[in-house]
């Protein structure tokens, strides 16, 4: 318990913690990699060269100082960050040595306002939340070691099947070394994945949600291989690793499913948005929904650059025979060849295709704009416009869920 003293010390914090903004955080993480080089076997170098992880902890940090006398308002908050952090096996004894560098960043860059009794504040509070994670990620880890085919930590899988999906997305099959089976997860939940590449100066852990439905044997990834986004920059490492390096008999570690993120239950139709690669978690909901027989109304918006990188395009048209699924797709460009192929589909009536952004208004009527569940994934960018899109048309914040396959940012 904090006293009322800590909680006034950490809120008048608050202006400080704001006029530094980010700069706090990235001189917390270059601190904590200097003098704890082995965290960055664990942490995505990436994200932090990007600044998205950064900026993702120093919101987090921001939002528990300002909520520190009503938690409840985090708890949100917390559940992600503590399914991410179980995707990445992150232990009791990581907490010591962030809340070290922590309050070492806070006194390094502002010696006058953290006094004594301001550190002694922050570090009774830093106790509070770091005790917050560690509970709830304990529970998440014996949740999943306790359930048929669970496990704690690393276990390794082996890639049983590899299969091109699109342009620029593959799909890996794995199965346990071990031919037990494997625990069942929600649709829209991810794998937490390590690996080693060679001459690469660390391990590299990342997660990738599942694409198919649960089967109790094996799990489905999709992988998109991330080029570089400068000519400067170095491609994707782990995406390019897994296409040109990861093969049919190859041994992985994988950590159990994790993800707050997941389709939910109600008797209400269903609404799915993605673009890009963020096909992966609705292609995994509507397997899901397809494998139960469900007869709600479901809709599938995707969003994706042309017909070529369109993944899983026949597979979903094949479904809405199973599903009453409505499915609709805007391609951003497409050439003269490709306009053929849609063109004779088209004539088909199974493809409702368009070009361009997503625009929702046209379809507004068609949609369950009043009682429907929205999930959304693809890039910020994407489900900004999108989510805009939603509200505007009437539909509320609570019925609107996404995934950032990144470090979080709200929409
Ligand atoms: C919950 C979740 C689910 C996900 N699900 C999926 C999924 O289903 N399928 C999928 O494909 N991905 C998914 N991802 C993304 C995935 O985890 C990886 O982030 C992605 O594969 C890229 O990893 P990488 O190692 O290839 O690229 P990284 O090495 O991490 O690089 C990412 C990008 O940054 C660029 N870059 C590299 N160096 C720099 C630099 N110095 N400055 C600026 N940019 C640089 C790279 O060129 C590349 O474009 C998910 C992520 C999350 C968080
Ligand atoms: C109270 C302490 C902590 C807070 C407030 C915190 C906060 C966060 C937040 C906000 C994210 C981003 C979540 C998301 O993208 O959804 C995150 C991710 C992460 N955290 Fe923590 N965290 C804490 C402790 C730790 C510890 C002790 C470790 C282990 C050393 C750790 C390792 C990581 C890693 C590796 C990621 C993923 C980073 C990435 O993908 O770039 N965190 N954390």
Same mark, same amino acid.
């Given at each position: 318990?904090?006293?009322?003293?800590?909680?006034?010390?950490?809120?008048?914090?608050?202006?400080?913690?704001?006029?530094?903004?980010?700069?706090?955080?990235?001189?917390?993480?270059? &601190?904590?990699?200097?003098?704890?080089?082995?965290?960055?076997?664990?942490?995505?170098?990436?994200?932090?060269?990007?600044?998205?992880?950064?900026?993702?902890?120093?919101?987090?940090?921001?939002?528990?100082?300002?909520?520190?006398?009503?938690?409840?308002?985090?708890?949100?908050?917390?559940?992600?960050?503590?399914?991410?952090?179980?995707?990445?096996?992150?232990?009791?004894?990581?907490?010591?040595?962030?809340?070290?560098?922590?309050?070492?960043?806070?006194?390094?860059?502002?010696?006058?306002?953290?006094?004594?009794?301001?550190?002694?504040?922050?570090?009774?509070?830093?106790?509070?939340?770091?005790?917050?994670?560690?509970?709830?990620?304990?529970?998440?880890?014996?949740?999943?070691?306790?359930?048929?085919?669970?496990?704690?930590?690393?276990?390794?899988?082996?890639?049983?099947?590899?299969?091109?999906?699109?342009?620029?997305?593959?799909?890996?099959?794995?199965?346990?070394?071990?031919?037990?089976?494997?625990?069942?997860?929600?649709?829209?939940?991810?794998?937490?994945?390590?690996?080693?590449?060679?001459?690469?100066?660390? &391990?590299?852990?990342?997660?990738?949600?599942?694409?198919?439905?649960?089967?109790?044997?094996?799990?489905?990834?999709?992988?998109?291989?991330?080029?570089?986004?400068?000519?400067?920059?170095?491609?994707?490492?782990?995406?390019?690793?897994?296409?040109?390096?990861?093969?049919?008999?190859?041994?992985?570690?994988?950590?159990?499913?994790?993800?707050?993120?997941?389709?939910?239950?109600?008797?209400?139709?269903?609404?799915?948005?993605?673009?890009?690669?963020?096909?992966?978690?609705?292609?995994?909901?509507?397997?899901?929904?397809?494998?139960?027989?469900?007869?709600?109304?479901?809709?599938?918006?995707?969003?994706?650059?042309?017909?070529?990188?369109?993944?899983?395009?026949?597979?979903?048209?094949?479904?809405?025979?199973?599903?009453?699924?409505?499915?609709?797709?805007?391609?951003?460009?497409?050439?003269?060849?490709?306009?053929?192929?849609?063109?004779?589909?088209?004539?088909?009536?199974?493809?409702?295709?368009?070009?361009?952004?997503?625009?929702?208004?046209?379809?507004?009527?068609?949609?369950?704009?009043?009682?429907?569940?929205?999930?959304?994934?693809?890039?910020?960018?994407?489900?900004?416009?999108?989510?805009?899109?939603?509200?505007?048309?009437?539909?509320?914040?609570?019925?609107?869920?996404?995934?950032?396959?990144?470090?979080?940012?709200?929409?």
């Amino acid at each position: 318990m904090l006293s009322a003293k800590h909680i006034e010390l950490v809120k008048s914090t608050i202006p400080l913690l704001e006029s530094a903004g980010t700069g706090i955080t990235e001189y917390f993480y270059q &601190r904590m990699f200097k003098h704890n080089p082995e965290l960055k076997h664990i942490f995505n170098m990436t994200n932090q060269r990007s600044g998205g992880q950064p900026a993702a902890l120093f919101s987090a940090i921001a939002a528990y100082a300002k909520n520190i006398d009503k938690l409840a308002a985090l708890s949100g908050a917390v559940e992600r960050i503590a399914h991410k952090h179980t995707s990445l096996n992150i232990q009791p004894e990581h907490y010591p040595i962030v809340g070290h560098h922590l309050l070492a960043t806070l006194r390094e860059l502002a010696p006058e306002a953290f006094t004594a009794e301001v550190e002694e504040a922050w570090a009774a509070a830093y106790g509070v939340l770091a005790g917050i994670f560690i509970n709830r990620e304990e529970e998440l880890y014996q949740k999943n070691a306790n359930r048929v085919g669970g496990w704690l930590g690393a276990r390794q899988f082996k890639v049983i099947e590899k299969r091109q999906e699109s342009a620029l997305v593959t799909s890996f099959v794995f199965a346990p070394v071990d031919d037990e089976p494997v625990v069942d997860y929600q649709a829209g939940q991810y794998l937490g994945i390590k690996v080693e590449p060679a001459h690469h100066e660390y &391990r590299e852990m990342r997660q990738y949600s599942l694409s198919d439905k649960p089967n109790g044997k094996t799990y489905r990834i999709s992988v998109k291989r991330e080029d570089s986004r400068n000519p400067d920059d170095e491609p994707g490492t782990v995406s390019n690793y897994l296409h040109d390096q990861v093969n049919v008999g190859d041994v992985l570690d994988i950590f159990p499913p994790a993800g707050d993120f997941h389709y939910v239950e109600r008797n209400e139709p269903v609404v799915l948005i993605s673009a890009g690669v963020g096909v992966t978690p609705m292609q995994s909901m509507l397997e899901m929904l397809a494998s139960k027989k469900s007869d709600k109304p479901v809709f599938y918006l995707h969003a994706c650059e042309n017909l070529a990188q369109h993944s899983f395009n026949e597979r979903v048209q094949a479904l809405t025979s199973e599903l009453k699924l409505t499915h609709h797709t805007w391609y951003r460009e497409l050439d003269g060849n490709e306009q053929e192929v849609l063109n004779s589909q088209g004539h088909s009536g199974s493809v409702n295709s368009h070009m361009g952004f997503m625009n929702l208004v046209p379809m507004k009527a068609d949609l369950p704009l009043d009682k429907g569940d929205f999930y959304l994934c693809g890039p910020v960018a994407f489900m900004r416009f999108v989510k805009q899109q939603l509200i505007e048309l009437g539909v509320e914040d609570t019925r609107i869920h996404y995934e950032v396959f990144g470090p979080h940012s709200d929409l």
